[in-house]
């Protein structure tokens, strides 16, 4: 699925609602691909539960669920591939923290017996139309 939405819509709700004040431009990056990752899942079923959900350290972009599967996203967005696919900069550290957090999440909400944890990369380059690679299923 791609460019539900153009990259001067993103860029205009953003800059409306001054998300991108004061922000360093890899944290611009990591706002627009969070926005577009919520409106992917939400475009393909998914229920949106929480972003970027904390606990102690730990952070979970997205929780959503689907089909009575528990989702736990890992969300990567990159602007160019000129240093490699987001996916490939998700470490088996972050994949374990992601664990770790879902673990206390898990706690907190008993009602789940199916999870799932997943990885959305997205690329967004000035050339090309917006990129989106799910990786479902993902363990250590």
């Known amino acids: 699925m791609q460019g539900f939405f153009s990259k001067a819509f993103i860029l205009i709700v953003l800059i409306t609602i001054n998300i991108f004040d004061n922000m360093a431009e890899h944290n611009k990056t990591g706002v627009t691909g969070e926005v577009l990752a919520a ?3 939400t475009l393909n079923g998914y229920a949106i539960l929480h ?3 904390r606990h102690s350290h730990w ?3 997205i929780i959503a669920h689907k089909n009575n599967v528990l989702h736990f996203i890992e969300v990567k967005t990159r602007k160019s591939k000129k240093f490699g696919l987001p996916e490939e900069s998700v470490s088996k550290k972050k994949i374990q923290n992601l664990i770790n957090a879902s673990e206390e999440y898990l706690y907190q909400n008993q009602q789940w ?4 944890f997943d990885i959305l990369a997205i690329t967004i380059s000035k050339a090309d139309p917006i990129e989106y690679f799910l990786i479902e299923d993902v363990y250590l």
């Open 51 to 53: 972003q970027n959900w």
């Open 39 to 41: 409106n992917y899942f």
């Open 113 to 116: 017996n199916r999870i799932q």
């Open 59 to 61: 952070e979970v972009d």
